[in-house]
């Protein structure tokens, strides 16, 4: 007997849904829609088959995308002697396909549910995004297909790098299906992924002295995040004589790859927000996303990188706010080469987390004697005689240790942190190795 199941639908004539019917057939295991059949499967023909097999053509490539014409066929046939339309509808290879006019949700997707045809929950939309586009968010048919890209305009305007349509598909913000990607969907100004910051009293998360949460762009999270950070990245200056030799808290360089790493590597398939939390002592970045399969935290500390986000980084990579893949952890650890606490890279298997100590704080507080001292070189007679002094240690040594200088000449660790990088910067010296092993030796 010739009756509707999940493959086969009739329609006495033309109307609207027709559309919504292909959609579910595309979507789901094909099908055949037949025009000119009673619901009880009898054939009552239709009048004017070309004229209607006209406005099924243009409905299907009018109405419905991705563009879904290469798995359908429209065929004229004759049933009981009676002119009939068959729409042979093939399962499709970009599924979810969807209502122009509706977009990817619920009322615009359709699928066949027994004889039906009905609109598709959010989790099949999203199984039928994830098994096309696979495992790759920021590739994948964004669900939001009504972006703006206001603040992004303005980012890319003021690097000066082109953002128009050509280049938006370029850098994959505009998929092979004319649809936006995720990736679009995260420098969109609809973007729902977020950044929390706080500010703790202390070393502990129990008294707030501030917080916000931003969202928007990415690219706008980036500047307000750095810029919020930055207005808690005090200034310790040191005082003898006239002069004044300023330390900032967090390297800069340090907050920003610290920044930098937690947008561009977490995972944002999950909807979580990166939480950055300033304290006394520290600054802790924590992202959603461990380690990429495969890549250890050993692996990240020597600069291996396994991008999550290829595209992501591509994006910043052109924006000229990375410089080249895998540099991002060294950089952080080399910021610290001056100082004897270092930044700590934990590890789990859905979050990474950066902590950045304070360094004022932690010369204040590990050696007040020291932090007492008169800072830096004071005065050119004073600072003629520490470089005379380092030049013979050197001399005598071959070579030396920070600690070296400290002891020799009685100065504090930010004095001589700061005396040993102008003579680095001068030529004077040189730096080898890292960490505990960095010594100085003579530039000759």
């Not at 002697?81 to 949700?105: D, E, Q």
């Amino acid at each position: 007997m010739f009756t509707e199941n999940k493959t086969t639908e009739f329609k006495r004539e033309y109307v609207d849904d027709i559309k919504n019917t292909v959609v579910a057939f595309a979507n789901c295991d094909g099908g055949t829609l037949y025009i000119g059949v009673n619901d009880d499967g009898s054939v009552c023909g239709i009048q004017n088959i070309d004229d209607t097999m006209l406005r099924v053509t243009n409905a299907i490539r009018d109405a419905i995308r991705p563009d879904i014409t290469m798995f359908v066929e429209c065929r004229n046939e004759v049933m009981d002697g009676k002119p009939v339309i068959s729409v042979v509808v093939h399962r499709g290879t970009a599924r979810p396909y969807y209502l122009h006019g509706k977009g990817i949700r619920p009322e615009g997707v359709y699928v066949r549910q027994g004889a039906s045809t009905v609109p598709a929950t959010d989790a099949a939309i999203l199984t039928m995004i994830k098994e096309t586009s696979g495992d790759s968010y920021e590739s994948a048919r964004s669900l939001n297909q009504n972006l703006t890209f206001d603040e992004a305009t303005v980012f890319f305007k003021r690097r000066e790098v082109a953002f128009g349509k050509s280049q938006m598909r370029t850098l994959h913000l505009i998929g092979d299906d004319d649809n936006y990607t995720n990736l679009a969907f995260l420098l969109s100004d609809q973007c729902s992924h977020t950044i929390k910051l706080a500010v703790f009293e202390g070393s502990k998360k129990s008294i707030f002295k501030d917080r916000c949460e931003l969202s928007g762009s990415i690219l706008g999270q980036l500047n307000e995040a750095f810029a919020y950070i930055d207005r808690y990245n005090r200034t310790r200056a040191e005082f003898s004589g006239l002069d004044r030799i300023d330390i900032r808290d967090y390297p800069p360089e340090a907050v920003r790859e610290a920044l930098l790493n937690a947008i561009v590597h977490r995972d944002y398939s999950f909807s979580g927000s990166t939480l950055i939390s300033i304290f006394e002592d520290r600054i802790e970045f924590v992202t959603i996303g461990g380690l990429v399969k495969g890549i250890t935290l050993e692996d990240v500390k020597l600069g291996v990188s396994v991008l999550r986000n290829q595209n992501l980084a591509n994006v910043f990579y052109r924006l000229r706010l990375i410089e080249a893949y895998g540099t991002g952890i060294l950089k952080i650890n080399e910021s610290y080469d001056d100082y004897d606490t270092k930044p700590v890279i934990e590890t789990t298997g859905n979050a990474f987390k950066i902590t950045l100590p304070n360094s004022n704080f932690h010369l204040e507080h590990q050696a007040p004697q020291r932090a007492k001292r008169n800072s830096g070189a004071t005065s050119a007679d004073k600072k003629e005689s520490r470089i005379h002094a380092i030049l013979a240690l050197c001399r005598s040594n071959g070579s030396f240790v920070r600690t070296d200088v400290e002891a020799s000449l009685g100065i504090s660790q930010s004095t001589a942190i700061l005396l040993l990088r102008e003579l680095v910067d001068d030529g004077v010296l040189v730096k080898k190795g890292k960490g505990k092993n960095l010594r100085y030796f003579e530039n000759k």
